[in-house]
């Protein structure tokens, strides 16, 4: 199983991305709980948002509820995260997680074993 990100870039204050997570085939992002994680320079690495294929329900961390949003196409296999008004506070690079065992989201990033290479968000004027 592998997972790809791509869409990060450098944006000004208050734009918006979307970044993209596609999973190799064989995998199905419809069956799997799909996370999005950041780390940031200097920081751990925190969980930023989840999608649960168990009961559909989605998760966000505190800072980003509101301006992001988690969701998934299974028609591309990939999972999307929309992340608008974005602030300097954003900057990290954000990866890609799942876990062929689980079904329901899990903010511990050691509960996942398949990660993506990530992708740099950069917010800055």
């Known amino acids: 199983v592998q997972v790809v990100e791509s869409g990060g870039d450098l944006v000004q204050p208050g734009g918006s991305l979307t970044l993209s997570c596609a999973a190799s085939?064989?995998?199905?992002?419809?069956?799997?709980?799909m996370s999005w994680f950041r780390q940031a320079p200097g920081k751990e690495r925190e969980a930023v948002s989840c999608?649960?294929?168990?009961?559909?329900?989605?998760y966000y961390v505190d800072s980003v509820k509101g301006r992001f949003t988690i969701s998934r196409d299974k028609a591309k296999n990939s999972v999307y995260l929309q992340l608008n008004s974005l602030t300097p506070d954003d900057t990290a690079v954000y990866y890609c997680?799942?876990?062929?065992?689980?079904?329901?989201?899990?903010?511990?990033?050691?509960?996942?074993?398949?990660w993506g290479q990530g992708t740099q968000v950069t917010v800055s004027s």
């Open positions: 997680a799942t876990d062929a065992r689980r079904y329901i989201c899990s903010g511990r990033d050691d509960d996942y074993d398949t």
């Open positions: 999608i649960s294929t168990y009961d559909g329900s989605v």
């Open positions: 085939s064989g995998f199905t992002v419809d069956y799997y709980a």
